[in-house]
């Protein structure tokens, strides 16, 4: 919708549809009260829609509906849920204890859905270690400062632990209490010889810096690697137009050759050229990218994928070593 403009014809069908409830029961271990447990239920992610962070289905239900406390005696309901697949999660953050979940699929067609039970179990945990790409320096022996935390995606009104991290004097480290769900990996460090920078997360093959991660129920994770970089890459460039001035009043583009990584919001970038047509991109991570230069977007259209693949015919590729300072230079013909 473009300034001052005015749209009509926006139409939406309600439809009558059987609506059911859902009934059960939450099972706690006795120091744990019933009502301390706050269950959630949500259309279930599934498919490579909620791999990217989306939702599978329309959710219809209202916040207030989708939130539950549980009756002391540990039972608990659900009416008026419309036809379709959801998740119910029960969760209890204990103070100073790991947490406790439990969960369970449920298709709704209408009829009643009764006997329900959740049965609270502790968090899982994920180890694994720390590795250093260093330049200049020795990669540290003291990782008292380093910070690691499994942050959910999507899913704002469940409770969410602060997982514990434990780092040894060799760089293993351990997560516990972490609830199954979609994740991604946010970690600070610094020293007194360098800054450093978390490069990569690898979770189940999958980096998590690029795209979420999904903690399963049985999953056993040992093999996590996250590794710290004190390299930096920034990409800068002049744009003009055909008779070589400055054109500042266009919007730089930048986003992974790789079409698998169009989703991760640190590689599709957007920025304005000053009025000289200078633009930067600092800490943009190495890689294979295209470039290209278009009038009137903004920075949440890129999430667009049919835009991306419409400005990749356009566009110019470039690629970004590690550490690397590139020149960029674009011409609007």
Known sequence: VAAGEERGGIDFTAALVRTATIEGTVVTPGTVPPESVQLLLLPRQTGSGAAAGGTAMLFT????????????????SYAGVTPGAYTLSARVAREGGVPLWASADLDVDGQTIPGVTLVLQEGLTVSGRLAFDAWGVDPPDNFSRARLTLVPVGATNVVINANATQISDTGAFTMRGIIPGRYRVSASFNTPEATWTLKSAVLKGKDALDLPVDIEPNDTITDAVFTFTNRTQELTGTLSDASQRPAPDYTIVVFPSDKALWTSARRVRTTRPGTDGRFTF????????????????GPEETRDLA??????AASVQFTLADGEQKVQNLRIK
């Open 307 to 312: 835009l991306l693949e419409e400005l990749a």
């Open 282 to 297: 600092p800490g943009l991570p190495a890689g294979t990218y295209r470039i290209a230069a278009v009038t009137d977007i």
């Open 61 to 76: 239900m209202t916040t207030s509906m989708g939130n539950r406390r549980v009756n002391p005696g540990g039972s608990f």
